[in-house]
């Protein structure tokens, strides 16, 4: 997984880099917000960041707001790397857009755990857009009727929105994607079909009698 450092103090960004490196990440950095800003907005951009706090240009909750108000950039975790502590800035840092906190200097296994955490949710977040697509697919394949449908009792046509009687398989055609193939049940030919192949028979014979 790629993930972005963005900080401007260089030596924070190269231990930043080799743990993340060490634990098989492929590693993007920037040495302030406007270059992590441009890293962010290319076709292939990370969808984990470390952002410090303080850093020149663009820091790092302006960052994070700019972040959460572009839709495709929306789905990105955020990790804000601060050296600010006590709960009005947590909460100063969470309302700008941050999804987590380390503090500066860091803990690698806390840091390690707290990214395990990013990846987790990042997987959900992909098995949802994977549903989300499939349910969009079956709806475009498929238009349920969602109403009370008038049928004749007898010819078992159906009433349109129009008041105009359709046979069911031209209504159907009409009002959803499905496509028909004729065929006869088995009830059908013996009931139906037999006799009348029966009759034809008998009718054939009689024709032949009178030559």
Not at 51 to 58: N, T, V
Request: charged fraction near 30%; include cysteine.
């Amino acid at each position: 997984m790629r993930i972005l450092i963005a900080d401007d103090d260089p030596i924070c960004r190269c231990v930043l880099a080799t743990a993340l490196s060490e634990w098989g990440y492929e590693v993007l950095t920037a040495h302030d917000g406007s270059v992590a800003w441009e890293l962010l907005q290319s076709k292939d951009a990370p969808r984990l960041a470390i952002c410090d706090w303080r850093m020149p240009y663009l820091d790092g909750l302006q960052l994070c707001k700019k972040i959460r108000n572009a839709p495709r950039l929306q789905s990105i975790y955020v990790i804000l790397l601060t050296a600010y502590a006590g709960t009005e800035n947590i909460i100063h840092g969470l309302e700008s857009g941050a999804d987590d906190f380390i503090a500066k200097p860091f803990d690698r296994e806390e840091l390690l755990a707290r990214l395990n955490v990013g990846k987790r949710i990042l997987r959900l977040q992909n098995h949802l857009a994977d549903r989300v697509d499939e349910l969009e697919t079956a709806l475009k394949e498929v238009k349920t009727l969602k109403r009370l449908l008038p049928i004749c009792s007898y010819c078992k046509k159906i009433r349109d929105d129009k008041d105009y009687w359709q046979e069911v398989e031209t209504y159907l055609s009409t009002n959803t994607d499905a496509r028909f193939s004729h065929g006869i049940c088995p009830c059908c030919y013996e009931g139906v079909v037999k006799p009348e192949l029966g009759r034809l028979v008998v009718s054939d014979q009689d024709s032949s009698d009178d030559v």
